[in-house]
């Protein structure tokens, strides 16, 4: 019997919180985040009867740059629609987003993918309100229910929707983390997946190979995180791909992802828009956005991240996976255009490519192990200057400066107060190392042997010894002088 070969069809919609200082449609305060629960709320985000919403300026404009940034053509005329739907966590019974006339249409973003450029398409990027949050608990006779919060609800919540234009579950988390970059750079949204801020619902499908339709749609809900994104769109497609091979049929549904037991789980089946009976929000007048309005946002876009990436090629002599990496995150390339304007002594290109090196190897498996941003960890950019200040002195070791980078990163002190508490400057007195390295080849006669019978990997091992030895304070260079020297003078 002959297999069939399929293809996986993808489309992201992802929501962002925006940065502002009040709410979608009312006054109460954005900055709910460490608030006691429900405290954050009013008339208007509790869904009282008889209460007027205003729409939020500043959510406009920040929609209005993001739907920029992503080429999108901006309507002159745009209004607000009521989503309507039962769910606890939707207090009024219904949601005012926008159906028929969002802010920005037909835009497009590059991807890198496999080395290839090439467009995929935003279909459309349009304004709502966030829901309330809900708190499910157990009781201590094992009883479940849940609470509600309202202080989330009718934060200013962006939509980006793509088009179905994603082949593979790496393409799809590469678009995440491009379309959060954009947002970051833009100071729009913190587009923070663990905190919430950045939310992604994934529709997924299969077709064979060379077919124009796909099969049933199904919608991946719950996913947290961009690595559960890529665990969850990898299961769904090859779940996909069994059904159909053992003879079954796909139906249209939504399902969500459970961390924990890496699969997904049918929830529901998947609405229509019909099923929310949209109709425009009548407290809320329709927007006539002006082509002044619209070019003078335009005009206030920021450089952007392939536009840095590719400055920082041509100016610190980066290669193009250094600079995309460092600009994946706005403020990882922050830090480190902040480093390399602090160091002194060394060219521009020679600073650029050592903080690189720190940057994404030891400094940010430190960021990882820890979860914490760069702009959130207590190593400011002029201590990092300072330990590189004291490698190219010599007063301090390339693993003894790792070890200290550890202990900046957990006490946040300076590089010169931790040598100074551990006495870890470097040994680079010849005289005070010759007495360690005779003991170390005396203890070390087979590798002696060794080198007398031309094995250049006995060096090695003997300097790490000595490294081993002075817990990393020697100078590798002068211990591997020293150690050739003695080595040659044994009959």
């Known amino acids: 019997m002959r297999i069939m070969n399929y293809e996986t069809v993808i489309g992201l919609e992802v929501h962002a919180q925006l940065l502002t200082q009040s709410k979608m449609y009312c006054s109460c305060s954005a900055d709910y985040a460490a608030a006691q629960p429900n405290t954050h709320v009013c008339p208007v985000c509790l869904g009282m009867p008889g209460v007027l919403p205003t729409i939020n300026a500043k959510a406009v404009e920040c929609t209005i740059m993001t739907a920029l940034a992503l080429h999108c053509s901006i309507s002159s005329l745009t209004k607000f629609d009521r989503k309507n739907y039962p769910y606890p966590d939707l207090v009024k019974g219904y949601q005012i987003s926008q159906y028929d006339m969002p802010i920005g249409l037909d835009g497009w973003m590059m991807l890198d993918s496999a080395g290839e450029k090439r467009n995929v398409g935003i279909t459309r990027v349009h304004l709502e309100e966030d829901v309330a949050k809900l708190l499910h608990r157990t009781d201590s006779s094992g009883d479940s229910y849940s609470l509600v919060d309202v202080n989330r609800s009718g934060m200013p919540l962006m939509e980006v929707v793509g088009e179905p234009d994603l082949r593979s579950p790496e393409e799809a988390r590469q678009y995440l983390i491009r379309l959060r970059a954009i947002l970051q750079y833009l100071g729009v949204s913190a587009a923070n997946m663990e905190e919430g801020s950045f939310r992604c619902d994934a529709n997924i499908s299969i077709r064979p190979e060379g077919a124009a339709e796909t099969f049933a749609k199904i919608e991946v809900k719950n996913m947290n995180s961009f690595k559960a994104v890529y665990r969850a769109l990898e299961y769904e497609a090859k779940r996909q791909r069994e059904v159909m091979e053992s003879g079954g049929c796909l139906f249209q549904e939504t399902r969500g992802w459970v961390e924990e037991n890496g699969v997904t789980v049918s929830q529901r089946s998947k609405e229509h828009a019909h099923d929310y009976r949209y109709f425009p929000e009548p407290d809320l ?125 957990e006490a946040g002190k300076t590089p010169q107060e931790i040598v100074s508490e551990k006495g870890l400057t470097q040994i680079s007195d010849a005289s005070a190392l010759e007495e360690m390295i005779e003991s170390v080849i005396t203890a070390n006669s087979q590798a002696v042997h060794d080198f007398k019978a031309g094995k250049e990997q006995s060096v090695k091992f003997l300097v790490g010894q000595v490294m081993r030895a002075t817990k990393g304070r020697a100078d590798p260079n002068l211990v591997s002088r020293i150690l050739r020297e003695t080595l040659e003078n044994i009959e």
């Open 285 to 409: 007048p329709p927007l006539v956005l002006s082509s002044s309005l619209i070019e003078e946002t335009r005009g206030r876009l920021p450089e952007l991240p392939e536009a840095k990436r590719d400055r920082f090629m041509r100016q610190y002599g980066l290669s193009k996976y250094d600079a995309d990496m460092l600009c994946t995150s706005k403020a990882m390339a922050d830090y480190f255009e902040t480093c390399v304007g602090l160091r002194k002594g060394v060219t521009v290109q020679e600073s650029a490519k050592t903080l690189c090196n720190w940057l994404l190897g030891d400094f940010t498996r430190l960021l990882n192990l820890k979860n914490v941003e760069i702009d959130r960890c207590q190593i400011l950019p002029e201590h990092l200057v300072e330990l590189m200040d004291l490698i190219d002195s010599g007063k301090v070791s390339g693993p003894t400066a790792k070890a200290i980078l550890d202990d900046m990163f």
